[in-house]
C-alpha cells in the first residue's frame, strides 16, 4: 500500500514539531517537499533510520524487491505529472489515498498468548519471596506489559503443567489463564472469560521456588478481544464491549465469532487470541485478519 505525504501532512507535522517517517512505498508530493523546506520538517527514512534532508527526500525512496508492477518511483512520476497538469488537486489526491488505506481499518494484526499468569504482589511475594521484583524477559503489545523471566507450577486436581510463564506488571488480582486443552489436564472446569472478570472461576494451586498459593477463584480460558485505543475504536466506528467477528483467509481459512471489542486509552490495536484458537485457523502471531462487524 502507498502511502501519500502531501503539504497538509508537513504543516500537521511542523505544528507537532515532528518529523516525518518515509518508506520505499511513501510518496512526497513536489508541494509537500518544498513547505517542508520552509518549515524545516525532516524525512526520516523508516528502514535506515537516518535523517535525510528534506531536499533530497526523493532520494530515500528505494526500490522494494517485493514492489509491484507499478514501483513508488513511477508512481510519484505519474503524481507529480497529474499535479503539474491540474489533473489532480493534493486534496483530491490525499482524499483519494485516504479511501484507499480505509481498507486497513477492517483488519488487525493477531497476537497469540499462551498459557500464562497475572500475579499480585502478595502471592508473588509467597511464590518467589518478600518483596520480589519480576526480571522483564520480554516487551508485551500492549503499553507497560512484559513476559518475565519468572515461571511457576499449576496443579489441579488430575494433573500438573510446569512452566507457566509469569506476565508482568503485578495486578491487584491473581489471574491464570489457560488453554481450554489445559483444564482436562488440570481437572477443573472450563470458563470463558475476558481479563478481570474473575467472580465465579475455578480456583487452582500454584507453586513457586519459595512458596505455594491456594486460589480459590482465578483460572480462565481467556475469551478472545481486540484492544485498540479510543481514537482507533471510533475511527473504525467500534465500541468498548461490542462483539465483532475476525477472518482469516489462509490454508485453514475459517471465521471466529463473538470477539470482544476492549478500548482504553492507552491500548495498543491487537487481537488476542490462544494458542489452540490460532492453531485451528493456522494463524500466527503477527498475521493479519479481517474484523467483520
Ligand atoms: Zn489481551
Known sequence: MKRLICAQDVLTASKKHENLVVDSNTIVTPQAADVAKEC??????????????????????????NEAAVSAEEIERIVTAGLKRGIWTEESLHQLWTKTNKVDLDSV??????????????????????????????????????????????????????????????????QVEVLAGDTFKLGIPQVIRLSGK???????????????????EGVIV??????????????????????????????????????????TENSALDCHIDTEEANALHIANGSVVQIIK
Do not use: W
Open 40 to 65: 524545516g520538517v525532516a524525512f526520516v527514512h523508516a528502514e535506515q533510520g537516518d535523517c535525510t534532508s528534506n531536499t533530497n527526500q526523493h532520494a530515500t525512496l528505494h526500490d522494494n524487491k
Open 109 to 174: 494484526t493477531i497476537g497469540v498468548s499462551g498459557r500464562h499468569i497475572h500475579l499480585s504482589q502478595e502471592h508473588l511475594d509467597r511464590l518467589f519471596g518478600k518483596d520480589y521484583e519480576l526480571n522483564v524477559a520480554k516487551e508485551l503489545s500492549q503499553p507497560g506489559q512484559y513476559a518475565a523471566k519468572e515461571c511457576v507450577t499449576l496443579v489441579g486436581p488430575k494433573g500438573v503443567i510446569q512452566n507457566v510463564r509469569v506476565l508482568g506488571p503485578t495486578r491487584k488480582q491473581t
Open 222 to 263: 481467556a475469551a478472545r478481544h481486540i484492544h485498540m485505543s479510543c481514537a482507533e475504536a471510533s475511527e473504525r466506528g467500534l465500541r468498548d464491549g461490542q462483539i465483532v467477528s475476525i477472518r482469516f483467509d489462509g490454508e485453514r481459512a475459517g471465521q471466529l465469532d463473538n470477539v470482544a471489542i476492549r478500548v
Open 198 to 216: 474473575l467472580k465465579g472461576t475455578p480456583g487452582i494451586t500454584v507453586v513457586g521456588p519459595k512458596g505455594t498459593v491456594v486460589l480459590s
